[in-house]
């Protein structure tokens, strides 16, 4: 993507004003268009988290029997004895978010929020990858 000089100012102007007063670094343009452009989600810093929270009570070590481990990267992608739970790049070919937009998982406590679920959605389209 290239975009003109100019552009990534007005860009900056609306989007990134107060990153760009903030700090001297970003308000090179190189910086500001990186700031701008979308991130892929992050396994460990943005997945995880959501998993600890509401999935380790019953998916992890300390609860093993039900043969789904959410605690780990392999764990999820291995999926249960029933078998694999997520499908790389297909949100909704993935039990996992079937079951979480559906409202059966958690099984306990509350529900995924629609900003969780998203989260979750976006890193499987993105090839659920281990990043
Ligand atoms: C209070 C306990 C509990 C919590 C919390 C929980 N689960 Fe489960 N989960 C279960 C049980 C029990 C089953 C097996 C249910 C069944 O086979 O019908 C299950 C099954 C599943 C399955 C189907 C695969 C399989 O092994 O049958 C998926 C996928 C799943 N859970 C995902 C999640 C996710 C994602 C979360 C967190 C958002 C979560 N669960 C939180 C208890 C829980």
Redesign the pocket.
């Known amino acids: 993507m290239l975009l003109r000089a100019d552009t990534i100012t007005a860009l900056a102007v609306v989007a990134g004003i107060g990153l760009a007063v903030q700090s001297d670094v970003a308000s090179s343009p190189a910086d500001v268009s990186m700031a701008a452009a979308h991130e892929p989600v992050s396994f460990s810093a943005e997945v995880m988290p959501i998993?600890e929270k509401?999935?380790w009570?019953?998916?992890s070590e300390s609860n093993t029997e039900?043969?789904?481990r959410?605690d780990t990267y392999e764990g999820l992608m291995a999926g249960?004895?029933?078998g694999t739970?997520v499908e790389a790049g297909d949100p909704s070919g993935s039990?996992?978010i079937d079951?979480?937009e559906s409202g059966d998982?958690?099984?306990?406590?509350d529900p995924?929020s629609p900003e969780e679920l998203e989260i979750l959605k976006t890193w499987i389209a993105e090839g659920a990858e281990n990043n």
């Open positions: 998993l509401y999935c009570e019953c998916h039900l043969g789904l959410l249960s004895d029933y739970v039990l996992l079951m979480v998982m958690p099984e306990e406590g995924v």
